[in-house]
């Protein structure tokens, strides 16, 4: 038989595993308002998916990328830098923790890799769909 300290454990334990799940939601929450303030949405991960899997060829080297190049196509594995080998870590909320987690992050990572993906910034409609994808991986 349960006794409550026993029911109060398994549900501290169950607020504990879900607390980094809406810390998340909650930061792509706000970033998606800040796109839609922007003028930007209604927001669509089918159409995430296809900027995910969009190839541009490279104006500076003439290779063709997409940001499947260096996260490949399954988010939830790990991926390699195309320029310097380096690993990097699922982007995936539901294997990676961190991901998603800070919105410094989310707007560093998209500065960066949409100018080397694109060879330019992403607009905030673009941002929206590509985390409205990323967050249902």
Not at 53 to 77: A, I, M, W, Y
């Amino acid at each position: 038989m349960k006794t409550s300290d026993d029911v109060l454990r398994k549900g501290l334990f169950i607020l504990l595993l879900t607390v980094p799940l809406a810390s998340q939601a909650s930061v792509v929450d706000e970033q998606l308002v800040s796109y839609q303030a922007n003028g930007a949405g209604p927001f669509s991960a089918q159409k995430g998916e296809q900027l995910w899997q969009q190839k541009v060829v490279s104006e500076k080297d003439g290779r063709t990328r997409s940001c499947t190049t260096c996260h490949g196509n399954d988010l939830r594995s790990t991926g390699k830098h195309a320029k310097t080998g380096k690993t990097i870590e699922p982007l995936s909320p539901a294997v990676n923790a961190e991901s998603l987690s800070s919105a410094k992050k989310i707007r560093k990572w998209f500065k960066r890799n949409c100018k080397w993906t694109w060879g330019r910034e992403c607009t905030p409609q673009e941002k929206g769909d590509l985390l409205s994808f990323i967050r249902n991986q």
